[in-house]
């Protein structure tokens, strides 16, 4: 009974967030697109930073935030730390770090929230995919950290580059992808 029970768990970590890992030879730096904010100067000490009462950082835009501190850290299948994350882990350590639970695989959080149609999306939603044709279910989740007419650009744990910003209009992951939902 044990067995069957570590095996079945198995599985579906393995299906979470895609099997296969790809090594890509590191010659040429990370990119980022859509970095975190920061509130510290490196060349000073303190930075005082002005919020007017008119600007609101809205709790998508904390999310976002701890997503993209995890930029550049390394693929690794079920991992939920700065030594490396999948996607859901990803998402999972974002989101729990502004109070919002989720659960921890990519098909689960997709059964979570209110399923939107892709041009209605926004920052802080969530991009499901299928990225394998022998797959049956959803297995990878980015979110989106902006909107700009047609573009929409997500971060995710990519099983070949780690943490990173891609956007929805590259070939690959616009052919993979199965539906959005909002979670806030």
Same mark, same amino acid.
């Given at each position: 009974?044990?067995?069957?029970?570590?095996?079945?768990?198995?599985?579906?970590?393995?299906?979470?967030?895609?099997?296969?890992?790809?090594?890509?030879?590191?010659?040429?730096? $990370?990119?980022?697109?859509?970095?975190?904010?920061?509130?510290?100067?490196?060349?000073?000490?303190?930075?005082?930073?002005?919020?007017?009462?008119?600007?609101?950082?809205?709790?998508?835009?904390?999310?976002?935030?701890?997503?993209?501190?995890?930029?550049?850290?390394?693929?690794?299948?079920?991992?939920?730390?700065?030594?490396?994350?999948?996607?859901? @882990?990803?998402?999972?350590?974002?989101?729990?770090?502004?109070?919002?639970?989720?659960?921890?695989?990519?098909?689960?959080?997709?059964?979570?929230?209110?399923?939107?149609?892709?041009?209605?999306?926004e920052?802080?939603?969530?991009?499901?995919?299928?990225?394998?044709? $022998?797959?049956?279910?959803?297995n990878?989740?980015?979110?989106?950290?902006?909107?700009?007419?047609?573009?929409?650009?997500?971060?995710h744990?990519?099983?070949?580059?780690?943490?990173?910003?891609?956007?929805?209009?590259? @070939?690959?992951?616009?052919?993979?992808?199965?539906?959005?939902?909002?979670?806030?």
């Open positions: 009974m044990l067995r069957k029970l570590f095996f079945i768990l198995t599985i579906s970590l393995v299906a979470s967030c895609g099997s296969s890992k790809k090594k890509v030879a590191q010659s040429q730096p $990370r990119k980022i697109s859509v970095a975190a904010k920061t509130t510290e100067d490196p060349k000073r000490e303190r930075v005082t930073v002005r919020k007017s009462s008119t600007v609101k950082n809205s709790k998508a835009d904390d999310v976002i935030d701890s997503a993209l501190k995890f930029s550049g850290v390394r693929y690794k299948f079920g991992g939920t730390t700065k030594k490396g994350m999948d996607c859901s @882990g990803l998402l999972y350590v974002a989101f729990g770090e502004n109070d919002i639970k989720l659960p921890r695989t990519s098909y689960h959080m997709a059964e979570e929230g209110k399923n939107i149609r892709v041009r209605d999306v920052k802080g939603d969530l991009l499901f995919f299928k990225t394998s044709k $022998r797959s049956k279910r959803i990878h989740v980015g979110m989106v950290v902006s909107v700009k007419g047609d573009e929409i650009k997500f971060v744990s990519s099983s070949s580059r780690g943490v990173i910003v891609s956007s929805l209009r590259e @070939g690959y992951w616009n052919s993979a992808f199965i539906k959005a939902t909002r979670i806030l």
